[in-house]
T-cell receptor
Framework: GAVVSQHPSRVICKSGTSVKIECRSLDFQATTMFWYRQFPKQSLMLMATSNEGSKATYEQGVEKDKFLINHASLTLSTLTVTSAHPEDSSFYICSAPDSNTEAFFGQGTRLTVV | GQQLNQSPQSMFIQEGEDVSMNCTSS?????WLWYKQDPGEGPVLLIALYKAGELTSNGRLTAQFGITRKDSFLNISASIPSDVGIYFC??????????????FGQGTILTVHP
């Protein structure tokens, strides 16, 4: 099946710094990718839709200037958490639908801001 | 954002028992998906359902797409310890700007005692 690779799997950063998370579709092209945030024992909450060649679409309540999304190519989307604070600590997951419209997920990134 | 109503929230069962969980919504979905998530990992697709009334199996897993298109259930037969994890339902509406966008249930935490 389709594979979505996310990197890094874990990152610890200091408060005030920025962190970039990459999401790659390894064996298919994805014009659209999705970024989710998940708190412990909770469901996945959609943050934004990443669109290749155009601006990302953010869900209500998500700060676009804080969570910068760039869909650089048909196989790569990046999420940058800018000026991170401890409350941004969470599990971030990307997904991409392949040509059969199925949504495959990356392995997730555990972000800890200290 | 909107979530599907998934129940039960958690289950504690003995190895060998059957498990059933379901999701309901006030809205109609064209696709129902069931995922399993292990700790620290992204969700993995278990079963995808595309037609109302469709009943699909994947090994010990069976899922159905409700006739009304507003619900779905997942059954796991003869549970084993490696079935432990969080199970999520997800629904998707038809095309347009919401292509590929999923709405998730709250998740069912499954614990299997040997």
């Amino acid at each position: 099946g389709a594979v979505v690779s996310q990197h890094p799997s874990r990152v610890i950063c200091k408060s005030g710094t920025s962190v970039k998370i990459e999401c790659r579709s390894l064996d298919f092209q994805a014009t659209t990718m999705f970024w989710y945030r998940q708190f412990p024992k909770q469901s996945l909450m959609l943050m934004a839709t990443s669109n290749e060649g155009s601006k990302a679409t953010y869900e209500q309540g998500v700060e676009k200037d804080k969570f910068l999304i760039n869909h650089a190519s048909l196989t790569l989307s990046t999420l940058t958490v800018t000026s991170a604070h401890p409350e941004d600590s969470s599990f971030y997951i990307c997904s991409a639908p392949d040509s059969n419209t199925e949504a495959f997920f990356g392995q997730g990134t555990r972000l800890t801001v200290v | 954002g909107q979530q599907l109503n998934q129940s039960p929230q958690s289950m504690f069962i003995q190895e060998g028992e059957d498990v059933s969980m379901n999701c309901t919504s006030s809205s109609i979905f064209n696709t129902w998906l069931w995922y399993k998530q292990d700790p620290g990992e992204g969700p993995v697709l278990l079963i995808a359902l595309y037609k109302a009334g469709e009943l699909t199996s994947n090994g010990r897993l069976t899922a159905q797409f409700g006739i009304t298109r507003k619900d779905s259930f997942l059954n796991i037969s003869a549970s084993i310890p490696s079935d432990v994890g969080i199970y999520f339902c997800a629904g998707r509406r038809a095309g347009g700007t919401s292509y590929g966008k999923l709405t998730f249930g709250q998740g069912t935490i499954l614990t299997v005692h040997p």
